[in-house]
């Protein structure tokens, strides 16, 4: 006869408190199952563990190093409750704290770099770490257990004494890494990036405009006290002069995000997830300009016809190399991933020319790199106005340095993306004049742009489908179409485009477009630049075409 004792810790966090315990029998000699005890750690017990921790922790600091200042003492004994705190359910990642706590001090306190620098650190700093550490392991958690936003079911997963142990690590890192840098500010960096990393946890998760809104407008408040209470944060930060390292920067992460969208948008056409509009159309003109040089589709509208009779946009020649080099429809996807996210080039050179500061320079960059209007639409395959960003951007930027030739080849490059286009052009022109007073180059792209507008309408109306006024047949009586109906209508009934530019579908559209930019450019101190927002209220805006006002689709 052979007789067994065992023990099984079972944590408290189960559920419904039910545990099921089975045996196993092979059938020789004789099993007996003889008795099963339940004991259950009493309060006497934690408290006295975590008294006795408290007292550790009070010896150590008044015998082992006398002239420890306030602001440790609280860190340590903070941390020796959390463990004691740990140590009431699970003693061996209690225990496993106390030898951390113990390595810590022994740093902190026996080596002369961190002793002095110890000194200087504020009580304030220490809430900060404590803060900094639960945002970071709240945000891992919602990560890890997709959960947190939506319900509550993941909390029975989290097993306190890992947390615990996961606050302690994170604090000690951040603890350390702020003795390192000597500064005081690291604090308050560590605690606003931590918090910008919890609120795009909670909106990559949340998925409702509406939700993001509240989280930011929170993020809003906190960031704007944080940064008043220490106001040398950004101080130092605009300190900067040399535009060479936030443009590194810059290049890093343009390349970063190229490299991660064109992985997903390649394996989402490989999944069988792109549909005929917008990539199946451009595989099948591809094809057909690769083989005959012309830009043939019959998937567009059932029958065979040039894509140019419905939109007129002959930059596609200008990958056609590439494509015959390549021969695939991922290609197309990476072409665009590519444009669009190396636009940000010329962006950041835009901004040096205006004399910003290089970090803030840095910022405008990574806004437009990351907002939802960039990103998105590269969800849905492939598609010309993706383009825009790169031409235009060089455009602007080429203009602005007078290198004449060049922004006018570039002026072109944006005109041939799509007959529409020419608006954006126009209106840029119209401001020069305006506001800059940019009398002569000014009048140049303006009537370039409209002359190419009117040329490219006319062959359009004679051997294609004409304007496409289905986006904006609310503006039409029966029987109406064409640019200048459009306009007459609009100046007759104002009231009608003023209700369709406020109309509820339109909010959530803003909210994505100027909510992410906190609505800067309308703060603009020269009246006359709110006319850069015309193709804006003209694309997004004044059309009841569903595809338009959504940051899902090519339009935005």
Not at 25 to 37: P, Q
Not at 302 to 314: A, W
Not at 439 to 460: E, P, Q, W
Not at 487 to 508: C, S, T
Request: proline share 3%; charged share 15%; with cysteine.
């Amino acid at each position: 006869t052979q007789k067994m004792t065992f023990s099984l810790d079972v944590q408290e966090s189960i559920e419904d408190r039910s545990v099921e315990f089975r045996t196993y029998y092979d059938g020789k000699g004789t099993f007996d199952f003889h008795s099963l005890k339940v004991r259950r750690g009493g309060w006497i017990r934690k408290a006295a563990i975590a008294i006795g921790l408290m007292s550790l922790a009070m010896a150590v600091l008044f015998f082992l190093y006398r002239g420890i200042s306030l602001p440790g003492a609280l860190y340590t004994v903070l941390f020796y409750g959390a463990a004691s705190l740990s140590l009431t359910s699970d003693l061996r990642i209690g225990f496993f704290i106390v030898l951390t706590q113990m390595l810590w001090l022994a740093l902190v306190l026996k080596v002369p770099f961190f002793r002095k620098e110890i000194r200087h650190v504020q009580a304030y700093e220490v809430l900060m770490l404590i803060l900094t550490s639960f945002l970071v392991i709240s945000a891992v958690n919602i990560i890890r257990y997709h959960g947190g936003v939506e319900n509550l079911d993941f909390v029975k997963n989290i097993v306190p004494e890992y947390y615990v142990l996961e606050m302690v690590g994170t604090a000690h890192i951040l603890a350390l890494l702020r003795l390192c840098v000597k500064n005081r500010s690291c604090s308050s960096w560590a605690l606003l990036i931590s918090a910008f990393f919890f609120g795009f946890t909670c909106i990559l998760h949340g998925r409702d405009v509406y939700f993001a809104i509240g989280v930011s407008v929170i993020l809003g408040f906190f960031i704007y006290y944080l940064l008043k209470s220490d106001p040398g944060m950004l101080r130092r930060a605009g300190g900067i002069r040399s535009y060479r390292g936030p443009f590194i920067a810059v290049c890093i992460m343009s390349a970063v995000l190229t490299a991660y969208f064109v992985c997903i948008t390649v394996c989402r056409y490989r999944t069988f997830s792109s549909a005929n509009f917008d990539m199946g159309i451009f595989c099948q003109m591809y094809e057909y300009m690769a083989k005959t040089g012309l830009p043939m589709t019959t998937s567009e509208r059932g029958y065979l016809l040039s894509h140019f009779y419905i939109h007129f946009s002959p930059v596609f020649y200008l990958f056609l190399p590439v494509y015959m080099l390549f021969r695939s429809p991922e290609c197309l996807l990476v072409i665009q991933s590519v444009l669009v996210f190396t636009a940000v080039i010329p962006l950041f050179l835009i901004c040096r020319h205006y004399r910003l500061k290089p970090f803030t320079a840095m910022l405008v960059s990574f806004v437009y790199l990351v907002m939802p209007a960039t990103q998105e639409p590269l969800f849905y395959d492939f598609h010309e106005y993706k383009f825009i960003p790169f031409f235009l951007f060089w455009f602007i930027y080429l203009y602005l340095e007078h290198k004449n030739l060049r922004a006018f080849i570039f002026l072109f490059l944006t005109l041939a993306i799509k007959e529409d286009l020419a608006i954006y052009l126009v209106v840029f022109a119209l401001y020069r004049i305006l506001a800059e007073k940019d009398y002569k180059r000014g009048a140049v792209v303006l009537t370039i742009s409209l002359l190419y507008f009117a040329g490219v309408m006319a062959f359009i109306q004679s051997h294609g489908m004409g304007l496409m006024e289905g986006h904006y047949k609310m503006y039409y009586l029966s029987g109406e179409r064409g640019v200048f109906a459009l306009a007459k209508n609009i100046i007759l009934a104002p009231g009608r485009f003023v209700r369709q530019v406020f109309d509820e579908e339109n909010f959530k559209y803003i909210f994505y477009t100027l909510g992410v930019l906190a609505f800067v450019p309308l703060k603009a101190g020269d009246f006359k630049r709110l006319t850069l927002l015309l193709p804006y209220v003209a694309f997004g805006l004044m059309t009841d075409y569903a595809y338009q006002h959504d940051v899902g689709f090519q339009y935005v």
